[in-house]
């Protein structure tokens, strides 16, 4: 019976960490400068790259990995990691809309 919960957690963990690490590196759609460099899987599958619906979502782990490898909260990490003119205005429209209507 140990074993059986022992695994039971183990499996829980990597289930959670997958989807987490799946979650963070959704993030490489809003990123295009890192499509080229990032987005191995789609220039394999489907070749050059023009819209952020055209990236496969096992780039999305490559881009976890590389851009949030501890489970940093994304809202922080992305001021420290990119200066990127685009990101912050996603990020002020966002914070401009009102979401309790």
Known sequence: MKFVIKY???IS???LSTFVTWYEGS????????????AFFSKTF???IIHKSDISQLDYFIYAVKF???FQFKRYAVYQSF????LLSMEKEYNNTNHFT
């Open 46 to 48: 489907n070749g050059e």
């Open 13 to 15: 963990v990597l289930l």
């Open 8 to 10: 039971l957690v183990g």
């Open 27 to 38: 993030y490489i759609r809003y990123n295009s400068y890192e499509w080229k460099y990032t």
């Open 68 to 70: 949030y490898p501890f």
């Open 83 to 86: 200066n990127n003119k685009h």
